[in-house]
């Protein structure tokens, strides 16, 4: 499992920075990087942030 950062910040910054540089999708980045989709939306939706798939990225 990749190393995430804990802040939900960074989290919010890392994640969308993949999404927009590397991944077409949430479900690639979470395969290749073998991390939980529903841990990273927990997380992020503690600061109101949801993934909107038309869009590919946590707003």
């Known amino acids: 499992m990749t190393q995430l950062p804990k802040d939900p910040a960074m989290l919010l ?3 969308n ?8 999708s949430m479900n690639e980045l979470c395969e290749a ?4 989709k529903e841990e990273i939306d927990r997380t992020l ?6 993934y909107e798939e ?3 990225q946590y707003v």
């Open 54 to 56: 038309d869009r590919n």
């Open 45 to 50: 939706a503690s600061m109101d942030y949801r």
């Open 13 to 15: 910054s890392y994640i």
């Open 17 to 24: 920075t993949q999404l927009r540089d590397f991944y077409p």
């Open 33 to 36: 990087l073998s991390v939980s």
